[in-house]
């Protein structure tokens, strides 16, 4: 089964991730007892966003910054797991790591199963 980890961060906490934090996290990719990663890739900031909406029948465009958005999804990763609990068990590792290694940023993530696609229909 495929999983997209949602990584949501604050991005007013700058800066680059520390080096140790990105060795570990090659070392726990590397590692594929619960999961596989398949793709994952970081997100420029909102304000180089663009949100495009469909409101009251209009199609709206608008252009970052977001001034109301605190925790925005700083990046993403498909991973494949056997079971949901493989998935999450990747996902909390994952997660200690920028707690043990990166401590001062806050990190939320949104585990969800994929469901399917418009390319397999």
Known sequence: MRYLVLIHVDENVGGEPPA???DAMS????????????????L???????RV?????????????????KEVVGGFMLIEAPTHDDALAWTR?????????????????????????LSEG
């Not at 070392?27 to 970081?42: F, I, P, Q, S, Y």
């Not at 590792?93 to 585990?111: D, I, K, Q, S």
């Open 27 to 42: 070392a726990h990719v590397a590692d594929e007892r619960h999961a596989k990663l398949v793709t994952d890739a970081g």
């Open 93 to 117: 590792g994952f997660v200690g790591l920028h707690a043990e290694h990166w401590p001062e940023l806050e990190v939320v993530t949104e585990l969800r199963q994929v469901a399917g696609s």
């Open 44 to 50: 420029m900031p909102t304000s180089a966003a663009t």
């Open 20 to 22: 140790e934090l990105m």
């Open 53 to 69: 909406a469909s409101r009251g029948g209009d199609v709206l465009t608008t252009d970052g910054p977001f001034a109301e958005t």
